[in-house]
């Protein structure tokens, strides 16, 4: 779904979207309760919260690779990745330390739950700025049109830096 979604609407859409669905959902987690209704719940809002991280980690990969001559895929595929797996090492032991702050376990997992929430919903803005911000300087520095139909540069586009 999350390929088709980018088609329609661009990828950077579907990734602040799916960022903040993700976010929504997780926030939803925090009215679980205990006992057999609450498991179905968290079925329910975990897996929709899964379609949401999936669209956003799509859309981040279409988006970091989009553009990028075919020899440098590669490289962005890995540092996209790279990122990934240091978020994961690096957030879930903060987490879990965060959580271990509360004598009750479940009050834990709570605080844990609404920082990771207000952290996705954080990152979900700030993604959306920083693309609307990235794509109207792009848009900027594309070639205008002189009245003759010729072509004329709005803005000198600055060199392009290479990882070494």
Request: glycine fraction near 12%; charged fraction near 15%.
């Amino acid at each position: 779904m999350a390929p088709r979604w980018v088609a329609r609407v661009g990828s950077a859409k579907v990734l602040a979207g799916g960022l903040l669905v993700q976010a929504a959902l997780t926030f939803g987690l925090l009215a679980v309760g205990a006992g057999a209704g609450g498991t179905w719940i968290f079925l329910v809002v975990i897996s929709l919260a899964g379609i949401g991280h999936m669209a956003a980690m799509v859309s981040y990969n279409v988006t970091a690779t989009s553009g990028l001559p075919d020899d440098e895929q590669g490289q962005a595929t890995g540092l996209t990745t790279t990122t990934q797996q240091i978020g994961i090492t690096v957030g879930i032991p903060l987490l879990a330390a965060l959580a271990s702050t509360r004598a009750d376990v479940l009050s834990g997992v709570r605080l844990g739950l609404a920082v990771d929430a207000i952290a996705v919903a954080v990152l979900a803005v700030t993604v959306a700025l920083g693309l609307t911000a990235a794509k109207r300087r792009q848009e900027e520095a594309r070639p205008a049109k002189r009245p003759g139909g010729t072509p004329t540069t709005r803005l000198k586009c600055r060199p392009r830096c290479a990882w070494s």
